[in-house]
């Protein structure tokens, strides 16, 4: 531009740049200005006086450009109209359109077009036809519906929002729908905080991921470490559970979810419910920790189990414990040696003495009817059948001997000679030869040689084998309740190789009320989820509780018990049984019987033991109830623990179990991003959402969507640039 020219320019920008009104006390960047344009005139319309610029024209005001191809001031009313690539640049924020109308004094710029963008440091790209920006404040407004989509292809969109400059926040309201991460989102509000990644939403927020679903009244998701916050009256679920809580961290990376205060989760697949303030899932261990699918509960923890009896009605168990723990492990990831000694648990505790000494008693009665036979002449004695035995082998050998010649003759007889004679007869006593009584082990030995192969097998199908296994420990405090069984110890462990629940540190269960079970160490064989078999080692003892001050109990080495319905019905006292009965006449108490004896099985209805069977019965004693002191009239270690028995499920939780609620969430629709299609090409159609996906669990960027506004638009930031460099 020629001197002369360029002084020109400058005194009519000056002119321009001059507003009525304004006092010299104006800070300079509240002043408007015309800072350059090819062109600029002065023109009057009526009473209205108009300024206007052609070419490459940019304004200043509150520290913001505003580049156009032309404009039009309205001087008097303070009001720009500005015409072809708009912009305004106010910082680290862009915005573009074909138009705006800008009134000065109210440092309000108004967009309104077929597309208005915005576009952060961030790489955010804000799209819509409605749009205001207040230069003063740095706060863009736009109505109408709108959409964001960031440089990995994440899009959010509403009908309305804001987005603060100074705070590099877009705010997301009605009718809010956001793709982050895979993961879906509707909800009535939502904040996105641009430079830190992290967004927070509001009421009625629902999330889908996959097969899981979550609902929740507030909550925050941080880009940078996917980890998610939800809190007030969280609710979750995927095809196999449902879950509830107060507060929920989860960790999209690992799949860890932190649930805290009044959760719950509801394990459809095993009728369970988890209850506690602290819940923890975790989906897999890492290469030390081979568990899958890892609960921990820790404060106030609880499991229901809603099962049923053998009648198929309801029979709900209840647990607790200090820390409770579910876990899953492949069978292939055991220890060999849990299955051995799951084996030799169940092997144990199948174990029927009752049944096996009358097997013996049988067999003896037996051996003594065939001996009184024999001696009687009315069966043969061993002796005598090894004589006959001898007389029938003996007997066929010269029946063979006679056919042995007789087919030689006839060889002879058609001119072979001797040799040829000979060779034909041995082939055919081959063929003729009885099986011997040797040759019958044969049968056997294949088929103990099938069983070791089979057993073989079974071990490398045990390396092989990736079924789940599901593990519950239960460590300090345990109780349990069932409507006719309570069970209390320090700590429990039960897994499903061999179904048996294994309990330490002074376990104890209650039948029935009056029934008390103890041992060092107690066993409980579940089928179906109800008790089947208990198993007591170490210092046993059955108590029965008469009244308050008679009890009748029965000590021994080991003790097996027997259930059906979750009932006792029989159990046996093996090995060095001392016992004390107390018999009643009248429904009076008169006499108490004490026993010893090597071995004991007592049948049980309606709780009390109806018949005994002694094996070995060593001492047996009966006194009246009045002559025998009450220090006498108890086994030494007798401890009735009733006490400690929980009398009902609220002694194990208070908590309400929730109902099911998949049914009603099943019918929220999810988001259909009619805005992002309409703004962003349809890049999350079926088509295009389903690359997006791909491409970010990738973890590349995505590539941006066919026919993408930004992609055939020059970039409207090398301005901006070129501003910052002058």
Not at 12 to 28: C, H, K, M, N, R
Not at 672 to 695: I, Q, T
Request: hydrophobic share 40%; proline share 3%; net charge negative.
């Amino acid at each position: 531009m020629r001197p002369l020219y360029r002084f020109a320019f400058l005194l009519l920008s000056a002119l321009l740049t001059t507003i009525p009104g304004f006092s010299q006390d104006v800070p300079e960047e509240d002043v408007f200005h015309l800072v350059e344009a090819n062109q600029a005139q002065q023109e009057t319309f009526g009473n209205m006086s108009f300024r206007r610029v052609w070419g490459d024209a940019k304004f200043l005001h509150n520290n913001t450009y505003l580049l156009c191809d032309s404009a039009s001031w309205n001087v008097d009313r303070h009001k720009i109209d500005a015409f072809g690539h708009v912009k305004i640049i106010q910082g680290n924020t862009i915005l573009c359109s074909d138009n705006l109308t800008y009134y000065i004094e109210r440092n309000l710029a108004e967009f309104r077009g077929s597309l208005v963008e915005l576009f952060d440091k961030e790489g955010n790209t804000l799209r819509t036809e409605c749009l205001n920006y207040d230069t003063k404040d740095s706060v863009a407004t736009f109505f109408g519906g709108g959409a964001l989509r960031d440089t990995s292809g994440n899009v959010m969109e509403s009908r309305q929002g804001t987005y603060d400059a100074k705070v590099k926040t877009f705010t997301f309201e009605n009718k809010v729908e956001m793709f982050v991460d895979s993961i879906r989102i509707k909800t009535a509000t939502m904040h996105y905080v641009a430079d830190l990644a992290k967004a927070f939403f509001g009421k009625d927020t629902y999330m889908w991921r996959g097969d899981g679903f979550l609902k929740a009244n507030a909550g925050s998701y941080d880009r940078n470490t996917q980890i998610s916050n939800f809190k007030d009256k969280v609710y979750m679920n995927d095809p196999s559970y449902e879950a509830w809580s107060d507060d929920v961290v989860y960790d999209q990376v690992t799949g860890r979810a932190d649930m805290y205060r009044n959760s719950q989760i509801l394990d459809t697949t095993h009728s369970s419910y988890y209850l506690a303030d602290c819940l923890i899932y975790e989906p897999k261990g890492d290469t030390a920790d081979l568990w899958q699918d890892r609960v921990i509960l820790t404060m106030n923890p609880a499991i229901v189990y809603c099962g049923e009896n053998e009648n198929h009605q309801p029979d709900t168990l209840y647990m607790r414990g200090d820390s409770i723990k579910i876990f899953s492990m492949k069978k292939c990831d055991f220890d060999e040696k849990e299955f051995t000694d799951a084996k030799k648990r169940v092997e144990d505790m199948e174990f029927d003495a009752l049944a096996k000494s009358r097997d013996e008693m049988a067999k003896v009665r037996e051996e003594e009817r065939i001996k009184k036979m024999q001696e009687a002449g009315l069966m043969p004695t061993k002796e005598a059948l090894a004589y006959m035995e001898k007389q029938k082998a003996d007997s066929l050998a010269r029946v063979d001997s006679l056919r042995a010649v007789a087919f030689a003759d006839s060889l002879a007889a058609q001119g072979l000679d001797s040799a040829e004679v000979a060779r034909q007869v041995e082939e055919w006593k081959q063929r003729e030869k009885p099986v011997a009584e040797d040759s019958l082990a044969v049968p056997v030995d294949t088929a103990l040689v099938a069983v070791d192969t089979v057993s073989a097998v079974d071990t490398v199908g045990f390396r092989q084998d990736t079924t789940l296994v599901r593990v519950i420990t239960s460590f300090y405090n345990v109780k349990a309740f069932r409507q006719d069984v309570q069970v209390a110890c320090d700590s429990m462990i039960f897994t499903e190789i061999d179904s048996v629940a294994r309990l330490h540190g002074d376990p104890v269960l209650w039948n029935e009320i009056k029934n008390q079970l103890t041992a060092e160490v107690m066993h409980l064989m579940l089928k179906n989820g109800n008790l089947y078999r208990g198993s007591m080692v170490t210092d046993s003892w059955v108590i029965s509780q008469e009244d308050s001050i008679h009890f009748h109990q029965i000590k021994s080495t080991e003790m097996l018990g027997y259930f059906h319905e979750n009932q006792l019905y029989r159990y046996d006292a093996l090995g060095g049984v001392n016992a004390v009965f107390y018999v009643a006449e009248k429904a009076r108490l008169t006499t108490i019987n004490i026993k010893e004896a090597k071995s004991l099985t007592a049948l049980i209805k309606d709780g009390n033991a109806k018949r005994m069977l002694y094996m070995e019965s060593i001492k047996s004693d009966a006194y009246p109830i009045g002559e025998l002191a009450r220090s006498k009239q108890r086994l030494k270690g007798f401890k009735w623990r009733g006490d400690e028995r929980p009398v009902d499920k609220f002694a194990i939780t208070a908590r309400t179990l929730n109902t099911s609620q998949r049914e009603k969430y099943e019918k929220v629709v999810p988001p259909a991003y009619n805005l992002v299609n309409k703004y962003f090409d349809n890049c999350m159609s079926p088509e295009g959402a389903a690359v997006g996906v791909a491409v970010t669990a990738a973890g590349d960027a995505p590539a941006k969507a066919p026919g993408d506004v930004v992609e055939e638009r020059a970039d409207p930031r090398p301005p901006f640039r070129r501003l910052v460099q002058e």
